[in-house]
């Protein structure tokens, strides 16, 4: 797991469905050639031969480049949608953390290629597609998302002093620090420990560690008052 992005948008269920949706030709050059390279690379990757010790890198390679595919077309919807929020909310469920993680790449791909218009419109795509993406996301997971945002200690005591909060912490058997923030903790431990010079997962870390700490606090002296 990388620092930043956004919990809950990778679960291991959701896989995106398949669509039938092209790419016209007047679509941008960098979601049509991802695309028509992930589609080459897939087919190759399962017509070739393949031996027993390569099994999974071929399914490693040919799911990534399945999901450059499936990405475009999600983005390609979106980008011709007379109503974008309305679009992201029917495709919610399709959204998914390989979703958001190679859209962005997308994204710098344009701003890297010159594309301005491309990349600002992709930007855009993306803010309202993660809007609507958190909003779908049970309370506990919309409130660490929102803490871990947080750049500062001050702004985290600012989220820990809304009206829902309280209960978003102790809800469902106290599942935001049972589940869903031990669960976090773990992960992002883990990847730090593998990316030792990665200050970004470090960071992550060290505010998942404070968010714990600071909720505990916050919901014992809910339970006393």
Do not use: W
Not at 52 to 59: I, R
Not at 66 to 93: F, H, I, N
Request: proline share 3%; net charge positive; with cysteine.
């Amino acid at each position: 797991m990388q620092a930043g992005m956004m919990i809950g948008v990778r679960p291991q269920t959701a896989m995106l469905q398949p669509r039938a949706l092209r790419l016209s030709q007047r679509q941008p050059a960098v979601l049509q050639r991802r695309r028509q390279q992930g589609a080459r690379i897939a087919r190759h990757t399962m017509a070739a031969s393949i031996d027993d010790k390569d099994a999974d890198l071929k399914d490693r390679i040919k799911d990534s480049r399945s999901a450059q595919v499936k990405t475009a077309d999600l983005l390609t919807v979106l980008l011709q949608a007379p109503d974008l929020e309305g679009q992201a909310r029917q495709m919610a469920g399709d959204m998914n953390g390989a979703f958001f993680d190679m859209a962005t790449a997308y994204q710098k791909l344009a701003e890297k290629e010159g594309n301005k218009d491309f990349a600002d419109k992709l930007s855009h795509v993306l803010t309202v597609a993660l809007r609507v993406k958190k909003a779908t996301l049970r309370p506990e997971i919309q409130l660490l998302n929102t803490l871990m945002e947080c750049k500062t200690a001050q702004e985290r005591k600012e989220v820990y002093m809304r009206p829902n909060t309280v209960e978003a912490l102790t809800m469902n058997n106290r599942y935001f620090f049972n589940v869903l923030l031990e669960s976090f903790v773990k992960d992002v431990r883990r990847s730090a420990e593998a990316q030792p010079k990665n200050d970004g997962l470090k960071h992550a870390l060290e505010n998942a560690i404070a968010i714990k700490r600071e909720g505990e606090v916050v919901a014992s002296q809910a339970d006393r008052s």
